[in-house]
């Protein structure tokens, strides 16, 4: 399977780590859209929003646990969330993840 974001979390890709456990791994993303902008992933391969089921759940429950405190790692207590699910919603990476965007008023319009 050839998954950037495997590789990064087996180590195979250097990351700047911001977080990490044995469920999830957090990063700086490479081409940030934000003063902050970090992406997190859990560590089993889920390929998208659509493929969480209650078998895999717990990693999304554990990533929006630690949503907080990684933000707070960052410097930032107001931020957004995205996830992008499939082709025509920008998903490039076929491996669930979501962005931590803040550091800048972005105001009420998402696109």
Do not use: W
């Not at 949503?67 to 920008?90: F, H, L, M, Q, T």
């Not at 990476?93 to 965007?101: N, Q, R």
């Amino acid at each position: 399977m050839d998954c950037v974001f495997c590789a990064i979390i087996n180590g195979d890709i250097p990351s700047s780590k911001v977080y990490e456990d044995d469920m999830i791994l957090a990063f700086d993303d490479i081409n940030p859209v934000a003063p902050v902008h970090t992406v997190i992933v859990p560590k089993e391969h889920i390929c998208c929003a659509n493929k969480v089921d209650e078998s895999n759940s717990k990693y999304v429950q554990r990533i929006f646990e630690k949503i907080p405190e990684i933000a707070k790692a960052k410097g930032i207590d107001s931020y957004r969330i995205i996830n992008n699910c499939g082709e025509d919603a920008g998903q490039t990476v076929k491996h669930l993840h979501f962005h931590l965007v803040g550091g800048v008023k972005m105001g009420e319009k998402i696109i």
